[in-house]
């Protein structure tokens, strides 16, 4: 099992930046690719940023590149979201989760276990 906690979030002005951490015990950090995803007030949930086991790789959804970035401390068993010039439809619940692979799974159906979420609001 591995337990994951978010946090970070917050009331953001648009154009403002938040930095989400999510904290992960349990089984060994670095075995696992790590994923930030969101879901918006009535919408599907949606990938946004994964990050490779060893920090290598990363890939990001279209609508975030340039702004977001994700990093992960396997010293820490953490990983991060850096989210800078934010926009109101970036508003949602963010997760993070975690996949026992060596790809960069941009479906959450391939991610083993998940977090409880933070709320991001960023006012207009």
């Known amino acids: 099992q591995v337990q994951l906690v978010e946090s970070g979030g917050g009331l953001v002005q648009t154009g403002g930046s938040l930095r989400l951490s999510c904290a992960a015990s349990g089984r060994t950090f670095s075995n696992y690719a790590m994923g930030w995803f969101r879901q918006a007030p009535g919408k599907e949930r949606e990938f946004v940023a994964v990050?490779?086991?060893?920090?290598?790789?990363?890939s990001y959804v279209d609508s975030v590149k340039g702004r977001f970035t994700i990093s992960r401390d396997n010293a820490k068993n953490t990983v991060y979201l850096e989210m800078n010039t934010l926009k109101p439809e970036d508003t949602a619940i963010y997760f993070c989760?975690?996949?026992?692979?060596?790809?960069?799974?941009?479906?959450?159906?391939?991610?083993?276990?998940w977090g409880q979420g933070t709320q991001v609001t960023v006012s207009s």
């Open positions: 990050i490779s086991r060893s920090a290598a790789i990363t």
């Open positions: 989760a975690a996949a026992r692979t060596l790809g960069l799974p941009t479906s959450g159906r391939v991610y083993d276990y």
